[in-house]
């Protein structure tokens, strides 16, 4: 009996402490608030950053954000990165640029969705979204920046590649005489070292060395790399969206996965051949959505539903991709055995993937 009431009692103690931990990420949210208020209400871009960079500000987010860490173990998000989020999604242009890249559009989706959940906790009840979202954004983030600085170092590895070959052809022309070939080559060396000394100030890890010996391999094989670094943003963005999904089902939010469904929805109709996409468009309706996801189970419409967009989404995709796609069909009608927190969100990114890959292909051929 006394084995009994000692666990009941470290139960409750357990309880009482999470309560705790849950009231003083409250209070430190609702001070970082106000703060965050105060600093959106800056427009203008310098004094925003002096604010960003005084010590109370600092000390507040860092407190905010060492009350997540006491919270659940696992938590990983810097102060600065967290501050960061606010200047871009308030400054977007000045720190992205006004032609966006695509992962550059991801990290400013990512800051707004952070900056609009830290604004909307008020309760207990929405901490461990929000908890599981500011660990996320740490990895987004961190890929984004070493993204970011790699893109510079590429720019800057054309500039040394191309100030080589254009050396290479001057020595080459006849035409020249070798007093003029002197001046040319030495003011292009010159160049050559300014672009050096610029990738040891981005990276001071570079091997510089390997670089001058080998600058041909390395600029031959630079796309792959940039490109694989790319997929892995990539994919870390949509684990950090499924995470979202996925936690938001669990506690019975149906929101985010209704308007998931309804953008896939609308990107299907205007896909879809004129002659079909008033049929079509009953079919997927807002109404027919929301009563498909209202039982919170794989209900037998629910199915039916999502192999009739799967299905669409084979029929219009490429010739060359069928192969690919008749396994994938395969592959959603055993996601829909089991699981359905984990795997309704999963099969709707997947979704979304393909359609992404039926876009492109429609305007490689524009």
Known sequence: MSSFSSKFEEINARK??????????????????????????????????????????????QDFIKSFNNYKTGFKLDAKVLLTAYLIKNYSEELLGKEQ??????????SLELVQRINQI?????????????????????????????????????????RSKHIEKIHADEKINEEEKEIII????????????????IDAEFDVEYFLENYEEVYNNMNSAYEKLSNQIGNTMKKAYYDMLSQEILEDNLLPIAELMTEISKRLLIIVPEKRREKFADKINVNIIVELISDKCWTVELREYLKFICESVYMLGAPCD??????????????MESDYCKNLPLILIQIEEKLDRIYQLINELK
């Not at 106000?34 to 209400?41: D, F, Y």
């Not at 908890?131 to 993204?147: A, D, G, M, P, V």
């Not at 030495?186 to 100030?201: D, H, M, P, S, T």
């Open 16 to 61: 009482i402490q999470r309560l705790f931990r849950k009231n003083n990420i409250l209070k430190n949210s609702t001070i970082f608030k106000n703060l965050m208020a105060t600093l959106e209400s800056i427009e203008d871009f310098e004094k925003f950053t002096k604010f960003m960079r005084q010590s109370n500000t600092i000390k507040i987010s």
């Open 101 to 110: 890249h695509p992962i550059d559009k991801g990290i400013y989706d990512w």
């Open 122 to 162: 008020i309760e207990s009840k929405e901490i461990d979204k929000l908890w599981l979202l500011l660990t996320n954004y740490q990895t987004i983030f961190s890929q984004w920046k070493e993204n970011d600085k790699s893109r510079m170092i590429e720019s800057i590895i054309i500039s040394y590649y191309n």
């Open 186 to 201: 030495a003011e292009l060396n010159n160049q050559r070292q300014q672009v050096v000394g610029n990738i040891k100030f």
């Open 322 to 335: 069928d192969e690919e796609n008749k396994k994938w069909l395969k592959e959603v009608d055993n996601l």
